[in-house]
């Protein structure tokens, strides 16, 4: 999506005419069916009056090509301004610029991240040319047009109204590698602005380039499928074992094979492998060259295996973000835009009761936008009414679109250290479901244990890490979350009390929920399901709060509605206890089946702890 595509010498006359916010306003509603917020409109209205200055002032020929707020497919960042045109040597080049009303920042200790007020408050973000430059690199990577065609890019950051400072904090030695291949010009640099924008595109004849970047097919450049396959080989985090080997070949043969629209299903518990499939497959398919993203609801899950995968690095992390995605984004997307989409934990989307998301079933947007999809799914893994991704939902909306379903199953248990015995052991001790081996597991291989004091289990926990394996605490959501703006950004309040045991930690940092899982920090805070569906660790200890009870007297699990601070969670549930109990046990159950090698709980409700106790006894 483009908002203004056109050249030079019109756009220096809408400038001068006070007419080039009104054409992009008008582009902007025609495209999302609504009015811009009033800061991004602003925010055109100052920025570009300093760049139509800059490039009349360029002296650059009119027939430049200029293109503002480009969406750069397949994500859905927008470049704010792109000129177009040949050098002196006619090199086909375009110039990327990223442009800023900040008149302030702070520098941090990490290479390429600063810290600069934004929507009210200070936000950590990335260095405004580190932006330019992976909004170039995504343009590199991911549009044919530059490749086929050898138009080179380049790329700069403009902060028109930002005085420099003495020292400059956006200059500090930590940002020089980035600063070294893409300029950032203040408010003062207007003239520097302007001599490198006449270099790359001072001889004109832009509008054949302009032409070819809008209408470049969006596909992998071999690049970029290197550099993803550097990633992938030789990490044993993605080897297949057995089934899973099976599954995913039946995908890729699948999708190699398919002449219409397609719907794969992948069902499977906890720790049969879901997660490796999908990224084994993914991989695959864009060696294939293949327009494909992975989608995964939650983003503490994207976090974790973006982060495995680049080895902590944010310049590889930033490359290979856009492949990456939440499920919101396709709402917008018009049909069979990408060839695959490969959707892990796919129980997570949502419903047009979620909040920020503007459609009405992501199901529909994410088979309506691909041509063939792949949804990985564990029906008893739904933890909030607005989780619709069930295998009965993904089939219901295929046949809308008359798209072909094939269904694989998964049974094999390969995270609890083969301990299938105890994954049905705690459906069964949660009635979750009744199962034909629920009597024991081999205990040797897999530890588990009832613990009477929550610090007991933080004792465990804590030795485990410091013999050298990954371990967390988690908890269900069944005590109150101090929000951000009482001091509580970054875990700095013990929420979590269990006061008869002189217990007190706090929820997962709100800076760094993302992280969580694999910081040192996360160790002394308590994980929810939101930062930990999906992941795994060696051992983990659970919190069974009081949301999660047992009547002695009818024999049943049930959830309290009183005690579960999930508001979405318990959205419209208060007369459907039945259904609360569902989810709150769907919870449990998912943070239980986190460890690999062992797991411990303490339960709040004593009532609970026994009925755990005298199913224990039998194992």
């Given at each position: 999506?483009?908002?203004?595509?056109s050249?030079?010498?019109?756009?220096k006359?809408?400038?001068?005419?006070n007419?080039?916010?009104?054409?992009?306003?008008e582009?902007?509603?025609?495209?999302?069916?609504?009015?811009?917020?009033?800061?991004?409109?602003?925010?055109?209205n100052?920025?570009?009056?300093?760049?139509?200055?800059?490039?009349?002032?360029?002296?650059?020929?009119?027939d430049?090509?200029?293109?503002?707020?480009?969406?750069?497919p397949p994500?859905?960042?927008?470049v704010?301004?792109i000129?177009?045109?040949?050098n002196?040597?006619?090199q086909?080049?375009?110039?990327i610029?990223?442009?800023?009303?900040?008149?302030?920042?702070?520098a941090?200790?990490?290479?390429?991240i600063v810290?600069?007020?934004?929507a009210g408050?200070?936000?950590?973000?990335t260095?405004?040319?580190?932006?330019?430059?992976?909004y170039?690199?995504?343009?590199d990577?991911m549009?044919t047009a530059?490749?086929?065609?050898?138009?080179?890019?380049?790329?700069?950051?403009?902060?028109?109204?930002?005085?420099?400072?003495?020292?400059?904090?956006?200059k500090s030695?930590?940002?020089?590698?980035?600063?070294?291949?893409t300029?950032?010009?203040?408010?003062?640099?207007?003239e520097?602005?302007?001599?490198?924008?006449?270099?790359?595109?001072?001889?004109?004849?832009g509008m054949d380039i302009?032409?070819q970047?809008?209408?470049?097919?969006i596909?992998?450049?071999?690049?970029?499928?290197?550099?993803?396959a550097?990633?992938?080989e030789?990490?044993?985090?993605f080897?297949?074992?057995?089934?899973?080997k099976v599954?995913?070949?039946?995908i890729?043969?699948i999708?190699?094979?398919?002449?219409?629209?397609?719907?794969?299903?992948?069902?499977?518990?906890?720790?049969t492998g879901?997660?490796?499939?999908?990224?084994n497959?993914?991989y695959q398919?864009?060696?294939?060259?293949?327009?494909?993203?992975?989608?995964?609801?939650?983003?503490?899950f994207?976090?974790v295996?973006?982060?495995h995968?680049t080895?902590?690095?944010?310049?590889?992390?930033?490359?290979?973000?856009?492949l990456?995605?939440?499920?919101?984004?396709?709402?917008h997307?018009q049909?069979?835009t990408?060839d695959?989409?490969?959707?892990?934990?796919?129980?997570r989307?949502?419903d047009g009761?979620?909040?920020?998301?503007?459609?009405?079933?992501?199901?529909?947007?994410i088979?309506?936008?691909?041509?063939?999809?792949?949804?990985?799914v564990d029906?008893?893994?739904?933890?909030?009414?607005?989780?619709?991704?069930?295998s009965?939902?993904?089939?219901?909306?295929?046949?809308q679109?008359k798209s072909?379903?094939?269904?694989?199953?998964?049974?094999?248990?390969?995270?609890?250290?083969?301990a299938?015995?105890?994954?049905n052991?705690i459906?069964?001790?949660?009635?979750?479901?009744?199962?034909?081996?629920?009597?024991?597991?081999?205990?040797?291989?897999?530890?588990?244990?009832?613990?009477d004091?929550p610090?007991?289990?933080?004792?465990?926990?804590?030795?485990?890490?410091?013999?050298?394996?990954?371990?967390r605490i988690?908890?269900?959501?069944?005590?109150?979350w101090?929000?951000?703006?009482?001091?509580?950004?970054?875990?700095?309040?013990?929420?979590?009390?269990?006061p008869e045991?002189?217990?007190?930690m706090?929820?997962?940092?709100?800076?760094?929920?993302?992280?969580?899982?694999?910081?040192?920090?996360?160790?002394?805070?308590?994980?929810?399901?939101?930062?930990?569906?999906?992941?795994?660790f060696?051992?983990?200890?659970?919190i069974?709060?009081?949301?999660?009870?047992?009547?002695?007297?009818?024999?049943k699990?049930?959830?309290?509605?009183n005690?579960?601070?999930?508001?979405?969670?318990?959205?419209?549930?208060?007369?459907?206890?039945?259904?609360?109990t569902?989810?709150?046990?769907?919870v449990?159950?998912?943070?239980?089946?986190?460890?690999?090698r062992?797991?411990?709980i303490y339960?709040?409700d004593k009532?609970?702890?026994?009925?755990?106790?005298?199913?224990?006894?039998?194992?």
């Open positions: 999506m483009i908002l203004y595509s050249n030079a010498i019109d756009f006359n809408s400038v001068d005419n007419t080039i916010v009104d054409k992009i306003e582009s902007y509603i025609n495209a999302f069916g609504r009015y811009p917020i009033r800061g991004e409109k602003q925010s055109w100052n920025s570009l009056q300093f760049m139509g200055n800059a490039v009349r002032n360029s002296q650059v020929p009119d430049c090509g200029v293109l503002i707020e480009f969406t750069l994500s859905s960042k927008r704010d301004f000129i177009s045109g040949k002196d040597e006619s086909d080049n375009c110039v610029v990223e442009l800023k009303q900040w008149d302030a920042a702070q941090t200790d990490r290479e390429d810290t600069a007020f934004i408050k200070q936000r950590d973000v260095h405004p040319s580190y932006q330019a430059w992976s170039k690199q995504m343009l990577d549009n530059i490749h086929l065609h050898s138009i080179s890019s380049h790329a700069c950051s403009y902060l028109h109204n930002y005085a420099e400072k003495s020292p400059e904090p956006l030695p930590q940002y020089n590698n980035i600063l070294d291949i300029p950032m010009f203040l408010k003062h640099d207007i520097n602005l302007q001599v490198f924008i006449k270099k790359h595109v001072g001889a004109g004849k302009l032409y970047i809008e209408n470049g097919e596909k992998p450049s071999k690049k970029l499928i290197e550099y993803v550097s990633l992938f030789g990490n044993n985090e080897v297949l074992l057995d089934e899973q599954a995913y070949s039946t890729i043969n999708t190699k094979k398919a002449k219409c629209k397609s719907t794969i299903i992948v069902k499977g518990g906890p720790g879901k997660s490796v499939i999908s990224l497959s993914f398919l864009i060696k294939d060259g293949r327009n494909i993203k992975f989608v995964a609801p939650n983003a503490a994207r976090g295996v973006l982060e995968l080895k902590n690095s944010v310049r590889g992390k930033n490359r290979i973000n856009h990456f995605t939440g499920s919101s984004q396709f709402v997307a049909p069979n990408f695959i989409l490969v959707v892990d934990e796919a129980h989307l949502k009761s979620a909040y920020m998301y503007q459609g009405d079933n992501q199901v529909d947007d088979i309506k936008a691909s041509k063939v999809n792949v949804f990985f029906d008893a893994q739904r933890i909030r009414p607005e989780d619709i991704g069930t009965s939902e993904i089939k219901r909306i295929a046949a679109y072909t379903v094939y269904e694989l199953e998964l049974q094999a248990q390969f995270r609890c250290t083969g299938e015995g105890f994954i052991w459906d069964t001790v949660l009635q979750i479901r009744e199962t034909g081996n629920f009597n024991g597991w081999d205990k040797e291989l897999f530890d588990f244990s009832l613990v004091c610090n007991e289990l933080r004792e465990i926990i804590n030795n485990k890490n410091n013999n050298g394996r990954t371990a988690v908890a269900g959501y069944a005590w109150k101090t929000n951000e703006t009482s001091g509580n950004r970054n875990g700095e309040i013990d929420d979590v009390i269990i045991h002189n217990f007190s706090p929820w997962n940092s709100r800076a760094n929920r993302e992280m969580w899982a694999v910081r040192p920090e996360g160790l002394n805070q308590i994980g929810c399901i939101h930062t930990s569906q999906g992941l795994e060696d051992y983990i200890g659970v069974i709060g009081a949301d999660l009870k047992f009547d002695p007297g009818n024999k699990v049930y959830a309290s509605y005690n579960y601070e999930d508001s979405p969670g318990k959205k419209g549930l208060k007369n459907k206890p039945e259904k609360l569902e989810l709150v046990c769907n449990y159950r998912t943070l239980i089946s986190r460890g690999m062992g797991c411990y339960c709040v009532n609970l702890q026994k009925h755990f106790k005298e199913r224990l006894q039998k194992t």
